[in-house]
């Protein structure tokens, strides 16, 4: 069993940076692939940025390319979203996902841990 804890949301302004932290409790959680997905209201959840348990091969979305960037650091169990030069439409809650493969997807449905989000409002 993997717990996830999302911290680090909150109000920026347009242009501005928020880092995202997702702590882990489990002992598997280092042979896991992990993402960061978000929902924004009235929206569908949608993928953001996933990697490999090794924290080698990364994916994002086109909408987040150039702007934000995954890392995890196995030793500590966690997983940081760097978010740089945000857009009003970037507000939504972000949530951290785990899944039982070593390999990362942009199919919400393939993770099996998620935390509960944290809320990231982005002013214009």
């Known amino acids: 069993q993997v717990q996830l804890v999302e911290s680090g949301g909150g109000l920026v302004q347009a242009g501005g940076s928020l880092r995202l932290t997702c702590a882990a409790a489990?002992?598997?959680?280092?042979?896991?692939?992990v993402a960061w997905f978000r929902q924004a209201p009235g929206k569908e959840r949608e993928f953001v940025s996933g990697m490999d348990w090794y924290g080698g091969s990364t994916s994002d979305a086109d909408f987040v390319k150039g702007r934000f960037t995954i890392s995890r650091d196995n030793a500590k169990n966690t997983v940081d979203l760097q978010m740089n030069s945000l857009k009003a439409e970037d507000t939504a809650v972000y949530y951290c996902a785990a899944r039982s493969s070593a390999r990362r997807s942009t199919d919400s449905g393939a993770y099996d841990y998620w935390g509960r989000g944290t809320q990231v409002t982005v002013s214009s």
């Open positions: 489990g002992r598997y959680f280092r042979s896991l692939a």
